[in-house]
């Protein structure tokens, strides 16, 4: 297709050009060779995938032009989990209500947009709380339907979900414009058996305490356990010295 003719174009262009370089420059132009071929070898690796993907393409019938945030996320998630089995993807990220103009409103529901919601604006004759967990239950029911259809595909022994990891995070750690001294987050699967995740509540010391550990820690988990260990990630809080920061939990990992 075109594509696949234009990256052959600029890969061949670029081949050309490096000669005419001093070696000085050849490294930089190599990185961007580099960069084309990743290219190329992704678009003829999607090609190859056609009859998959369209086979695992879904119907969003009118969702395909909403702008009402419940309609777009239930799209969302319909997309993520086809790219998921398809085998376009191994990883996707879905985040709902962002923004204040357009995707952060719920009329639908009945609630003003989340940014009014979090400073404790009322709707329904229902109080802040109550509508958050309205929004909640719309979320966690989408979570629901992605990990029931993964559970019903087979892969290997198992199912696909088996063999996945799914994390659903809090919208805002622990309140509006926080502090994220606290923030919750359900971890659903365990990636092949490499977490200790199922049926547990962990709740780990609060902020500064002893054992305390940053979110950089379930990063660095997830790392260790998806084959690409790391023992730190991102930048330490400079107001925690002392503590052990990015450290692997290991009351999650299997040994």
């Keep these: 297709n075109r ?31 580099d960069a084309f071929e990743s290219l190329h070898r992704r678009q003829n690796a999607i090609g190859a995938m056609s009859h998959a993907i369209r086979r695992h393409t879904p119907d969003l ?11 777009v996320l239930k799209a969302q998630f319909e997309i993520a989990g086809a ?10 990220t879905i985040t709902s209500g962002s923004g204040r103009q357009r995707f952060g409103k719920f009329p639908e529901l009945g609630l003003p947009d989340l940014h009014s919601l ?42 696909m979900l088996d063999n996945t990891l799914i994390v659903f995070m809090s919208d805002s750690g622990d309140d509006h414009h926080p502090r994220l001294y606290n923030w919750p987050m359900v971890l659903i699967g365990n990636l092949g058996g490499r977490l200790k995740t199922d049926g ?9 305490k002893t054992n305390h550990s940053t979110i950089a ?14 023992d730190s990630f991102g930048q330490d809080d400079i107001s925690l010295s002392g503590t052990e920061q990015g450290a692997p939990l290991q009351t999650l990992l299997k040994t």
């Design 61 to 71: 019938g009118d969702r395909r032009y909403s702008t009402t945030s419940s309609e």
């Design 118 to 159: 979090g400073h404790g604006k009322q709707a329904n004759g229902k109080s802040k709380e109550e509508n958050c967990i309205t929004i909640h239950q719309l979320h966690t029911q989408q979570v629901a339907k992605l990990a029931a259809k993964l559970d019903a595909v087979k892969e290997g022994d198992g199912t």
């Design 3 to 33: 594509k696949s003719h234009l990256l052959d174009f600029m890969r061949d262009d670029v081949r050309r050009t490096r000669s005419a370089l001093p070696a000085s420059e050849r490294h930089k132009v190599d990185s961007y060779a």
């Design 83 to 92: 790219a998921l089995i398809a085998g376009l993807t191994n990883v996707v």
């Design 200 to 208: 547990r509540y962990l709740e780990f010391p609060g902020y500064g």
């Design 217 to 230: 820690s379930l990063y660095t988990t997830l790392l260790h356990a998806a084959g690409a260990p790391r």
